[in-house]
């Protein structure tokens, strides 16, 4: 099969997620603006603030409004006590929930307010009641104008809901960021092919239902109308019937990341296990997934907890640092750590072997002395993150520039020579096959990163599941981890981060 | 139904007064009692304050102060819209509703009252205002100036109101459109029985249309006058100035034929 069609089975149920989130967040947002439209078009005060507020949320970039939802839906949780899941369905519907309002809204009210007023007046003249002028006659005269607005709404909707791969609710957009990460172009094209085809096919029939209204052709309306319904319905089938118990594994957004979660699900379905990934979770939200419960299992790196979840700035050696993080884990949020798979994905800075023998930089400190010269590459969260604020204490390093890059464009830009120095992961297979250099760190700014089995807090006790998985702990040597990774990261004879879990398995034995 | 004699309600202003936020006054402590089945003419110039005093029988305005009544009950009593479905209302832009066919915005009045079943009376108010039982398909625009008007009377009259409330109804027709369907509004006040309260300023219209002529200048009611008496000169400075005009027009026409 070609790697496209193999790519398209996985398309069907990412649809049905992607359309169901898709129409909730469309029918939340005209049951929101329908009625601020008709209060709008009535006062033009709340109308500004309305629409003012609606525009507003427009301007946030819509990844950034998904990631926003998390710490206040957080927030909101700790309020009432708990129990509101701040990953997955519900910030992705509210996210796109906000973006749907402006379209409906502002259409709404300039379809109201552009209703000949004499018409208006005819309907107070002959004795309508305010509903029945809503319904006899504005509502049928601006309908066109508001399903315009409900189109363009649709379109939005659908096409920012591949981002919500991001807070952990599966759409097209897993294919599209897996794809984006492990370079598979092919899993890339399904996903933006699939979105594009649900929202011009959605964009279309609501399009017959426009034009249906306009020339007050009924049928027209019910039948496209009927085939949107019939769409839905068949999204929501699967989840009638139900499941056998299934564990949902999580991975963050790189290849390393995708390999594991694949190397854990064959072990647990060799347990007997139902698996289900959602993958391409956030750095910053996968810890809290995994305690809320919206995922069951993932690899996190030691460092990654130590700096950013328990805030600690000290390096103390890494069986110390791990064995802290499972007592840390256990007590505030009851997340079990498994055990460390044996391999450690380090933050280190990285250069071209030629550059850096050529200006005798070994080590930070010598970076110290040549950064004013020099550019940095970084992926796209080093620089806001703890260890890099560690680095700069440690270092007084200034560079010439900084760029951030996804990690697949940083070591281009590293190749290509736009930067010369990145923040690399000391587990990429790149770091081999390239021939890079990495920078040694003797006064110990960085924490060690070991890879760290963590499970669910209702897993926690669960030994079936932990028997499956204890064999990985220990297991992965960083060389056979870095070659995993060059497989699926190399630019030729490319393979899935599938084909590198079963590569791994048979040469660990596993 | 329209064809059954109807005798029009009496209508009367007490001390009415429509002052705006910001001072202006629009209708200034107008009293006034309308006979039933009269044809009243209410003449001025732009911002006299006619179609005022006019929309505040039917609340489309709510005067400031003052008591309108129709047959002697307060028309603030009850909500508006009850009120507005039992008087019918032409203005200037006829305000057809665009969606509907003409059939259906003539039965509008009916379908209000709830009822169901209504080709029969709308093919019989077409005819009253002389217009093709087939436009009943038509939708409005498909219609010229004069017809949707004539559409905008038989809405008016669907559900066989006693008032009549005219605001410059006939302003943006051609002149002999205009004149047509005056003449067909005066007939149906006659056989009808309708009170008929017709906002214009068009002096000459109102002298041949109405049985009498109220001439409102700044709010107040300054002439109240038969049109006889009106061109008689009996109707003060300000109705004379407005009778100035036609009349003025008319001894021109009759000086080119004169001429010829």
Not at chain 1, 379 to 395: G, K, T
Request: charged share 20%.
């Amino acid at each position: 099969m070609s790697p496209f069609l193999d790519a398209m089975t996985r398309v069907p149920p990412l649809l049905a997620a992607h359309l169901l989130l898709a129409a909730a967040a469309l029918a939340l947002g005209l049951a929101i603006s329908l009625p601020l439209a008709i209060w709008s078009a009535r006062r033009p005060g709340v109308a500004r603030v309305a629409l003012g507020f609606a525009s507003l949320a427009q301007t946030i970039p819509s990844l950034a409004l998904l990631a926003l939802f998390y710490p206040l839906l957080l927030f909101v949780s700790g309020l009432v006590g708990g129990g509101i899941p701040a990953l997955g369905f519900l910030p992705s519907l509210l996210a796109l929930t906000l973006y749907a309002l402006l379209p409906i809204l502002r259409n709404g009210v300039t379809g109201l307010a552009g209703i000949d007023p004499a018409v208006i007046e005819a309907a107070d003249g002959m004795g309508m009641t305010a509903w029945q002028k809503l319904r006899l006659v504005e509502a049928p005269l601006v309908a066109p104008v508001l399903m315009a607005g409900v189109r363009t709404a649709a379109v939005w909707t659908i096409g920012a809901a591949t981002l919500s791969t991001t807070v952990g609710q599966p759409s097209l957009g897993d294919l599209i960021f897996a794809g984006l990460q492990t370079q598979n172009w092919a899993l890339v094209l399904a996903g933006c092919v699939s979105a594009a085809g649900l929202a011009l096919a959605v964009d279309a029939l609501l399009g017959l239902i426009e034009r249906g209204i306009a020339t007050r052709r009924r049928g027209r309306v019910f039948g496209a109308a009927a085939v949107l319904v019939l769409g839905i319905l068949a999204a929501l089938a699967p989840l009638a019937v139900p499941r056998a118990p299934t564990i949902v594994i999580g991975s963050k957004n790189f290849s390393e990341q995708y390999i594991l979660a694949r190397v854990i699900g064959h072990r647990l379905e060799r347990a007997g296990y139902r698996v289900e990934y959602r993958e391409g979770l956030g750095s910053a939200v996968i810890y809290g997934a995994l305690s809320s419960g919206a995922i069951d299992v993932y690899v996190d790196y030691a460092g990654t907890l130590w700096t950013n979840a328990m805030r600690r700035r000290d390096t103390p050696a890494r069986p110390a640092m791990v064995a802290a993080i499972g007592n840390w884990s256990a007590r505030t949020s009851g997340v079990r750590l498994l055990g460390a798979l044996g391999f450690e994905n380090a933050y280190a800075f990285a250069m071209r072997g030629d550059a850096a023998r050529a200006k005798g930089i070994v080590s930070l400190d010598d970076l110290v002395r040549a950064a004013p010269g020099l550019t940095l590459g970084s992926d796209l969260e080093f620089l806001e993150r703890p260890e890099w604020a560690a680095v700069q204490r440690a270092y007084p390093i200034r560079f010439a520039a900084t760029h951030a890059y996804s990690p697949t464009f940083m070591y281009r830009a590293l190749e290509s020579g736009q930067a010369d120095v990145i923040s690399a992961f000391s587990s990429d297979g790149r770091i081999a096959a390239e021939h890079l250099t990495v920078l040694t760190d003797p006064r110990r700014a960085i924490p060690g990163y070991d890879a760290i089995l963590l499970l669910a807090p209702k897993r926690a006790k669960d030994a079936r599941l932990a028997a499956a998985l204890t064999p990985l702990v220990g297991r992965i040597p960083v060389a056979a981890m870095r070659e995993a990774n060059y497989l699926v990261d190399r630019d030729r004879n490319k393979v899935s981060p599938e084909g590198a879990a079963r590569w791994l398995e048979r040469r660990l034995g596993l | 139904m329209p064809d059954s004699y109807i005798a029009g309600p009496s209508v009367s202003f007490a001390a009415v007064t429509k002052r705006y936020p910001g001072g202006a006054v629009a209708v200034d402590d107008v009293s006034l009692e309308i006979a039933g089945g009269a044809f009243v003419a209410l003449v001025g110039s732009s911002g006299s304050g006619k179609s005022t005093l006019l929309k505040m029988i039917n609340r489309l305005i709510v005067p400031s102060a003052g008591v309108v009544r129709i047959d002697g009950a307060d028309v603030a009593d009850g909500p508006a819209y009850a009120l507005r479905r039992r008087i019918g209302y032409v203005f200037q832009n006829i305000g057809l509703f665009p969606h509907m066919t003409v059939g259906e915005n003539v039965a509008i009045g009916l379908r209000l009252a709830g009822e169901r079943d209504t080709a029969a009376r709308v093919a019989a108010l077409l005819d009253l205002v002389d217009l093709p039982q087939a436009f009943a398909a038509r939708m409005p625009d498909a219609l010229s100036g004069g017809q949707r008007q004539r559409v905008g009377v038989a809405r008016a009259l669907a559900t066989a109101p006693g008032l009549l409330l005219l605001d410059e109804p006939f302003g943006a027709l051609d002149p002999v459109t205009r004149d047509q369907l005056g003449t067909k509004v005066r007939a149906l006040h006659e056989r009808l029985g309708l009170t008929t309260i017709m906002v214009t300023h068009d002096m000459a219209e109102a002298l041949i249309l109405a049985d009498r002529v109220l001439v409102m200048d700044a709010g107040r009611i300054v002439a109240d006058a038969t049109p006889q008496a009106l061109l008689a000169g009996q109707g003060g400075a300000v109705a004379d100035a407005l009778v100035a005009v036609p009349r003025a027009q008319a001894r021109r026409l009759r000086a080119l034929e004169d001429g010829a």
